[in-house]
């Protein structure tokens, strides 16, 4: 069983930057592939970003909507993994919520599949003025 807590995300202005953060509860954080996810008004919930399990060959995809602009990582001794979200857009108003997966895959569909992921946070509201 893992627990995550979202926070970080608050109102900024269009080309600021926010760093989001998970925190997880359990002794087993390292094993699981981390996602972040993000949910608009009116819009199904969508892939952001991936990082793999540790103790494996490291990996990490991005949406293409993100790339160059968002960065994730993990630290594992903190039970916590971060994204980095620079050059904020309106676009990128939404709901942001990180996932725990048990799996390991390299291969992007199987990662950006909500049901892919076993364990979800609360969300944390992310809102970008133009």
């Known amino acids: 069983q893992v627990t995550l807590v979202e926070s970080g995300g608050g109102l900024v202005q269009a080309g600021d930057s926010l760093r989001l953060s998970c925190a997880a509860s359990g002794r087993t954080f390292s094993k699981y592939t981390m996602g972040w996810f993000r949910q608009a008004p009116g819009k199904e919930r969508e892939f952001v970003v991936v990082?793999?399990?540790?103790?494996?060959?490291?990996?990490?995809d991005y949406a293409d909507f993100v790339k160059g602009r968002f960065t994730i990582s993990r630290d594992n001794a903190e039970n916590t993994m971060y994204l980095q979200m620079n050059s904020l857009k309106p676009e990128d108003t939404a709901v942001y919520s990180c996932?725990?997966?048990?799996?390991?895959?390299?291969?992007?569909?199987?990662?950006?599949?909500?049901?892919?992921?076993?364990?979800w946070g609360q969300g944390t509201q992310v809102t970008v003025a133009s």
């Open positions: 996932a725990a997966s048990p799996y390991y895959s390299q291969d992007y569909y199987q990662n950006s599949r909500p049901n892919s992921y076993h364990y």
């Open positions: 990082i793999s399990s540790s103790g494996v060959a490291a990996y990490t």
